[in-house]
């Protein structure tokens, strides 16, 4: 079983390996391809996907920490209500939101002219949304919560009771927050600015829309347009480069948020009350958690529901329901596939992985597997094509292209080879809480293993088995740059659905998808919520 688990981890791993196996074939024109790219392309690329990331960073890291801030050490009206709401963004996905926010702020669009003729204004009343500043808004209101959430985490665990003890020793408010508050959240901060980066940089929707030149829209370029497998591929291996250090970055942040704490001061976390706000700073806290609901969930929403509705009320033949259907029951059937072979996956590589002994191959291909969550799409879907490739070409007579290219089993191995890791690391929080002890004592009375896991394991990781089957879910219903690579001809997801009925300005046709995505995406955010609230009433 362990060696059955190995390879399929590889094989899963195959992706990364593919891409970064083509350097190990570079030739002559390899070596031309990627000269011609360093003195044309390259730096473009590596530009703005730079200015791209950076502006992102700055912008979770302060939008995220402050909004933490002020849920966790303050008290204003409505802190109750936004401890959960700040995290809605993260059901917004940022293609999305660039839909709805093109279709209202750009200068054609319905808030630009209703304003110009409302108060006979005359030209843009400001600069193109479609556009790397814009993008960079976009990416914040979706991905500030990644540290929203860290951030509040070690806030609430350490920082209360601390900041008490240092007010009772006679330091001030902003003295409190600088020298306590602050250097306790930085490795959570730095966490979750290395996630929203990897994500902003795993980006293909906004950046294809929005006409930015960076890593991912190049990859799909060069192999799409250009027809240039190789140079898809050193592109992809650049990108997988720079994810592999922020994913090294984000490791070392998570291996610091751990700190020294004693009973007694957990309970006094409990007795110590976050400092009451009044006047213009209560206002001005109301404001900073207010904004980033309202413009990256509740007017997106609402904006898009009023697309949805001028549609329906304005289109020809109305709303169409029966495509929408048949968008809707192909992004469940890949999505749901993906997500019950993701869990199972995880259940019986998680099993090995406790049962200690039989050497290192399992546990290092299961750190293999683990990247493929920090890889994008893009890099993906080039690193499965490579390798199908030119296995096609030293065996032209079997058909291996066509069993990933345009077919279901190519998404869903997509799927595997990206959210496999999400799977098994819910699977494996929930063995944590399952005591060694418990195993010893089994086979102490004679249980073979498939009895331990049935009648043990099984009934204790019911929860942790479908929160991994509903992230997996979630996760591949917003997949858009694998998707659109390999998807079987007929086979729209929603999530290219939406993609292409905006990128040809049929931005009422893509509301529908997009709505249903948004609806898809609230319910881990919904269980976070409800699962935060549980553990601060504890």
């Known amino acids: 079983m362990r060696a059955a688990l190995t390879a399929l981890c590889l094989l899963l791993a195959l992706p990364v390996i593919g891409v970064l196996g083509a350097w190990l074939a570079t030739d002559a024109a390899a ?257 900073l958690c207010a904004l980033p609901v309202l413009l990256g969930f509740v007017l997106p929403v609402g904006w898009l529901g009023w697309m949805l509705w001028q549609e329906a009320h304005h289109a020809e033949f109305g709303l169409p329901l029966a495509r929408f259907a048949q968008w809707a029951w192909s992004s469940f059937r890949l999505a749901g596939t993906a997500a019950l072979l993701a869990a199972a996956l995880a259940l019986a590589l998680a099993f090995a992985l406790r049962r200690r002994g039989g050497g290192r191959a399992l546990p290092l291909a299961a750190r293999t597997l683990a990247l493929g969550y920090a890889v994008p799409g893009a890099v993906v879907a080039i690193g499965i094509l490579l390798p199908m490739g030119w296995l096609q070409q030293r065996w032209p007579d079997w058909p291996i292209a066509a069993t990933v290219t345009g077919t279901l089993f190519g998404v869903t191995y997509a799927y595997l080879a990206r959210f496999s890791a999400v799977a098994l690391q819910s699977v494996e929080a929930g063995y944590a809480r399952v005591p060694v002890s418990v195993d010893e004592t089994a086979r102490m009375l004679g249980a073979r293993p498939a009895r331990l896991f049935w009648r043990l394991h099984a009934p204790l990781l019911r929860r942790s088995a479908l929160a991994a089957v509903l992230l997996v879910f979630v996760d591949a219903m917003k997949e858009l740059p694998a998707t659109l690579v390999l998807r079987p001809f007929g086979s729209d997801t929603l999530a290219v659905v939406a993609f292409n009925f905006a990128r040809d300005e049929r931005l009422g046709e893509a509301a529908l998808p997009s709505l249903a995505i948004v609806g898809v995406g609230l319910i881990p955010v919904l269980l976070l919520s409800r699962a935060l609230r549980r553990r601060a009433v504890e």
């Open 31 to 287: 070596l031309g391809v990627l000269r011609h790219q360093a003195a044309t392309v390259l730096p473009a690329y590596a530009l703005q996907s730079a200015l791209l990331a950076a502006g992102v960073a700055v912008g979770v890291m302060l939008l995220g920490a402050a909004t933490a801030a002020a849920v966790t050490l303050f008290d204003f009206p409505g802190r109750r209500h936004f401890e959960w709401a700040l995290l809605l963004p993260m059901a917004m996905p940022a293609y999305v939101l660039a839909y709805a926010g093109t279709d209202a702020l750009q200068y054609s669009g319905a808030l630009q002219t209703g304003l110009r003729r409302a108060f006979g204004l005359r030209g843009a009343l400001w600069p193109d949304v479609r556009s790397l500043w814009g993008a960079v808004i976009l990416f914040v209101l979706c991905l500030y919560p990644y540290v929203y959430l860290l951030a509040r985490t070690a806030l609430g665990e350490q920082a209360t009771h601390l900041m008490e003890a240092a007010r009772m020793l006679g330091a001030g408010a902003r003295r409190r927050i600088v020298a306590v508050a602050l250097p306790l959240a930085r490795p959570a901060i730095t966490a979750g600015t290395a996630l929203a980066v990897m994500e902003t940089l795993a980006d293909y929707g906004v950046g294809a829309y929005f006409g930015l030149t960076t890593f991912s829209t190049g990859i799909f370029k060069a192999w799409l347009v250009m027809n240039d497998g190789i140079a898809a591929a050193q592109l992809a291996a650049v990108l997988l480069a720079v994810v592999a250090l922020l994913l090294a970055a984000e490791r070392a942040a998570q291996a610091r948020l751990r700190y020294a704490s004693s009973r007694s001061g957990a309970a006094h976390a409990a007795d110590a009350r976050p400092l009451r706000l009044r006047g213009a700073a209560a206002a001005a806290a109301l404001g």
